[in-house]
Structure formats: structure tokens, C-alpha cells
């Protein structure tokens, strides 16, 4: 990803699916919107914001258990000083169904009420929005126990709107992931296309290995010399590249080293958490 190589990917689904999350947000009381822990910032999608108006916006702090609590308690001080209303979650264990209930009760009270003083019950209707593979289909499935909508680790598994009821009184709408039409920055970009936001393909392989490789040469050289075994972590790309490939014994041939495998093996090993706990993005000023 050299600096004159920009990233863009916004295709022709994303554009159908933010007229579809258009139209349905009249037909909803609230939002719910998924984040990726590791990359907060980066999954600030400003035309959500446009698309939500005034609909009160519960966010979903997702897999925590991909980050190291101290760094998430950086974020925490920061919506709390912001006011706004969070949940700090990992949607495959689901323990956070409880709390996530209660809370969009709360944020829901008023209506709920004006219901209530005319002797009606209304369930509470929220979309559930995101950028791509935030964890929006999984955290759907916690909440209502079953498998209801489609997950998978890549960007862009849900396509069309599912609406899912839960016993609770609830309502909600699974979107599809949806990316803005251009990034603010290429920071923003590649932080994405580390965390499986933006498809493979887009992004390459090889320049994703080599924007990986730089962020641990300059934040975390230890884990990454400890899982690839190697003894310095030099400051040429493609002698680090080498040397995983040595260790690893990633050989196309005698003379020849298989560089595919190392890219995969590193970009998998990063979203498989293998090379440590990571935060991509912290508050401005922290
Ligand atoms: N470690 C971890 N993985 C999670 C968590 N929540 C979801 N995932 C994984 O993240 C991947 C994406 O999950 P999905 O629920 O399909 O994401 P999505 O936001 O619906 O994705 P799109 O429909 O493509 O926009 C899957 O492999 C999930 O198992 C979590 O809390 N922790
Ligand atoms: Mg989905």
C-alpha cells in the first residue's frame, strides 16, 4: 500500500444496501450500531450518521476479547465522556444479552411508556448497522440464541435485511456491512483491510503483509520475532518476508521461497489474534 496506491472499495451491494437501510430507518425506534474493538475510529461510517438522524444509537463495542482491557479502557473514558450509550462485548459467547436488553429498554423508555399508559405493549424495532464483518450477524444470533442469520469471516456475508424477534419484546434488522464511498484516509483504509472490513483482492496480499510487518516493526517487534522465530526483526521488508519463509519453511522449490504462504500465514495469524492482542486505533490524544 504505497502512499500513491489508494484503497477503494465500495461496491455496487453497498450502494443498494444504504438505500435500503434509508428507507427502513423510519420503521425503527433505534440503532445499534457494531464496532470492531480493535479498530474503532476506523469503523466510523459518517454516512451512517447522516442515514441515523436523531434515532437514539446503542454502540456495540465488539470482540473485546480481540484487545487488551487497558487500551479498551481508553475507549470507555471516551464514549463516557461523550455520553454516549455502549456495551463492551464478545458476541460469540453471548454474556452480554442481558445487559444489551436492559439498556435498549432504557434508551427506548419514553415510547415504551406512552405505549403503556394506553394499555399497549410495543416491542422495541432496532437496525443493527456496521462496516463489513464487525460481528453484526453474530451478535443477532446471541441475542436470540439461535442461528438465525448468516456469519462467516469476510466482508460482505449478509446482503439483504433479515428482521429477527426476540422473546424479549425486540425487533432486529441485520444489515449489510456498509463502507463509506471514499476514506477519510488511508490509515482508516488499511487499519480496515487488517480487520477482514475490506474483501482480499482489493487490498494485496503481499502490501497488506508489508503494512502488518511495519506496524509490529514499530509497535510490538517482540511478538512478531517470537511467533515467526526470528532473530532480529530487520528493517528490510522483503529479509523479514525471507526470513519467515526460512523459518517456516516456505519453499516453492530448492531455491525459491513460497512468498503466498508467508502473506497468508501472517495476515492469518494477525486476525486469528496470533500475533498478540492489538489496538489499531485510540482515542484522538491518547
Ligand atoms: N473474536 C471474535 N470474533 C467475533 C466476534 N463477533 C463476531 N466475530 C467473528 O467475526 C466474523 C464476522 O462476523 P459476522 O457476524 O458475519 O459479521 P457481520 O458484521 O455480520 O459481517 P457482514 O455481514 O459481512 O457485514 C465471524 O468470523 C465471527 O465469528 C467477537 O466478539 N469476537
Ligand atoms: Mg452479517
Known amino acids: 500500500m504505497s502512499e500513491n496506491k489508494i484503497i477503494q472499495w465500495y461496491p455496487g451491494h453497498m450502494t443498494k444496501a444504504m438505500r435500503m437501510m434509508q428507507e427502513s430507518i423510519a420503521q425503527v425506534n433505534c440503532v445499534i450500531y457494531v464496532l470492531d474493538a480493535r479498530a474503532i475510529t476506523s469503523c466510523i461510517n459518517p454516512k451512517f450518521n447522516e442515514m441515523v438522524g436523531s434515532k437514539p444509537i446503542l454502540y456495540i463495542i465488539n470482540k473485546q476479547d480481540l484487545v487488551e482491557k487497558e487500551d479498551l479502557q481508553k475507549w470507555q473514558k471516551y464514549f463516557n465522556e461523550k455520553g454516549y450509550d455502549y456495551v463492551i462485548a464478545d458476541s460469540i459467547s453471548g454474556k452480554q444479552k442481558d445487559i444489551i436488553i436492559s439498556k435498549l429498554k432504557l434508551l427506548n423508555k419514553a415510547m415504551i411508556e406512552k405505549y403503556a399508559k394506553k394499555g399497549a405493549i410495543k416491542s422495541i424495532r432496532a437496525m443493527v448497522i456496521g462496516v463489513p464483518n464487525t460481528g453484526k450477524s453474530t451478535l443477532i444470533?446471541?441475542?436470540?440464541?439461535?442461528?438465525?442469520?448468516?456469519?462467516?469471516?469476510?466482508?460482505?456475508?449478509?446482503?439483504?435485511?433479515?428482521?429477527?424477534?426476540?422473546?424479549?419484546?425486540?425487533?432486529?434488522?441485520?444489515t449489510p456491512g456498509t463502507l463509506p464511498p471514499a476514506f477519510e484516509n488511508q490509515t482508516i483504509a488499511k487499519h480496515l483491510a487488517f480487520i477482514g472490513s475490506i474483501k482480499d483482492g482489493v487490498v494485496y496480499l503481499d502490501e497488506l503483509t508489508i503494512e502488518l510487518i511495519k506496524f509490529y516493526r514499530e509497535n510490538n517487534k517482540q511478538v512478531f520475532m517470537d511467533r515467526y522465530k526470528l532473530e532480529n526483526f530487520s528493517d528490510d521488508n522483503i529479509e523479514v518476508i525471507d526470513?519467515?519463509?526460512?523459518?517456516?519453511?516456505?519453499?516453492?522449490?530448492k531455491n525459491n521461497y513460497d512468498y503466498d504462504r508467508v502473506y497468508n500465514a501472517v495476515i492469518d495469524d494477525f486476525r486469528k489474534q496470533k500475533l498478540g492482542k492489538i489496538m489499531l486505533d485510540f482515542p484522538k490524544g491518547e
Not at 151 to 171: D, F, I, M, Y
Not at 243 to 253: E, P, Q, S
Request: aromatic share 4%; charged share 25%.
Open 141 to 174: 444470533n446471541s441475542l436470540c440464541r439461535q442461528k438465525r442469520a448468516i456469519t462467516g469471516n469476510r466482508p460482505g456475508v449478509t446482503r439483504g435485511k433479515q428482521w429477527v424477534s426476540l422473546a424479549e419484546g425486540v425487533e432486529l434488522l441485520d
Open 243 to 253: 526470513g519467515i519463509a526460512r523459518n517456516r519453511g516456505f519453499l516453492l522449490n
